[in-house]
């Protein structure tokens, strides 16, 4: 990945931080990283445990950042989800999976913020 | 099972062979009709010993649960794997739980120098290991593996029961109860139900059509 790239990555996280806190999220972990895989954001609305995907892109690049997630990226995040309640022992909660697509134009940077993106794909 | 006297001479014996991190290894979810199976490696304290810990299958589901967080709490290491319904079709479930059981060992976050696993054969990952079969009522580690290994199947089966609802996992925690095998009747297969595995009283009607979602 390219420098920019890597750039535009992490101001994305940075956006997607904020527009979770927006909307009444409270963030537990940011880039969790186990043997398996990684996760964005980890966060807790309500009585739901969150898995957050960031997806950013810039606005003159490919279009609009694409809303969906793979069907691998969801097995894998699915895996990496159950990694992350056994490690933290957290195995009693609801879990979900939403993913915060950021869009960074030269006129402003735009978050939307898709709860229950998909579902838990690993059983 | 009575005391733990009994269940202590494996983990010695590792211990005498200069073995220091012993994981004990178990799985849990064989033989349901849909869910992942489980495995779990879970490694405790030198000399470590609790009264309650034993195999899972002879605790009542809240004891299960009280032991999980003892052992969570007090383990050096523990760690899951899962292979989920998917994977069960495309390589058998007894090559599918050896894979899980070496994902568990691999998520431990310290590395075990000795394995004691239930069953009948090893993990195929370089490290000295021991089979055991009913490894969970001989070895207090193995015990605490399979206790580990139950629950957090039960919580992933109680996520799964939230997307299809229709089948009771909550309750039959994709094991064949009747229920279950009616509600397959009924609504077909979901994703999470493992299709190379013959149904009673379904797979054997003729002309059966997996209506599948």
Redesign the interface.
């Known amino acids: 990945m390219s420098m920019a790239g890597i750039r535009t990555g992490k101001r994305g996280e940075e956006l997607a931080a904020a527009c979770l806190r927006d909307a009444g999220y409270r963030i537990l972990d940011r880039n969790y990283r186990?043997?398996?895989g990684e996760i964005d954001i980890v966060a807790e609305e309500g009585e739901s445990l969150v898995f957050v995907e960031v997806k950013s892109r810039r606005s003159d690049a490919y279009g609009s950042p694409q809303l969906a997630v793979g069907r691998q990226k969801q097995?894998k995040i699915s895996?990496v989800c159950?990694?992350y309640?056994?490690?933290k022992?957290l195995?009693?909660r609801?879990?979900r999976f939403d993913v915060v697509a950021i869009r960074m134009t030269p006129a402003g940077d735009r978050a939307e913020l898709i709860r229950n993106a998909f579902?838990?794909?690993?059983? | 099972m009575g005391k733990n006297r009994t269940m202590e001479p494996l983990e010695r014996e590792a211990r005498v062979a200069g073995y220091r991190l012993i994981a004990g290894i178990d799985e849990a979810g064989r033989g349901p009709l849909?869910?992942?199976v489980v495995a779990a490696a879970v490694i405790l304290p030198p000399d470590y010993d609790h009264p309650l810990i034993d195999d899972s299958k002879r605790l009542t589901a809240r004891q299960r649960e009280a032991l999980?967080?003892v052992i969570?709490r007090e383990a050096l290491g523990?760690?899951?794997g899962?292979s989920?319904?998917p994977l069960i079709d495309s390589m058998n479930i007894l090559q599918a739980t050896l894979r899980a059981m070496g994902?568990a060992v691999?998520?431990l976050?310290i590395r075990p120098d000795y394995l004691l696993v239930d069953g009948l054969q090893k993990i195929p990952l370089s490290l000295p290991q021991k089979t055991l079969v009913g490894g969970d009522r001989r070895s207090l580690t193995v015990a605490a593996a399979s206790i580990?290994a139950k629950?957090?199947r039960d919580?992933?089966?109680e996520?799964?029961h939230?997307?299809f609802p229709q089948y009771n996992f909550l309750r039959n925690k994709g094991y064949g109860t009747l229920e279950h095998r009616q509600a397959i009747v009924k609504y077909g297969r979901c994703?999470?139900h493992r299709r190379s595995f013959r149904v009673v009283g379904i797979d054997d009607l003729p002309g059966n059509r997996d209506l599948g979602f």
Do not use: T
């Open positions: 186990c043997l398996f097995k895996r159950i990694h309640l056994s490690e022992r195995h009693s609801q879990v579902e838990f794909s690993l059983a | 849909a869910g992942p999980y967080e969570q523990v760690g899951v899962v989920e319904a994902e691999l998520a976050r580990v629950v957090s919580r992933i089966m996520i799964c939230r997307q994703k999470f």
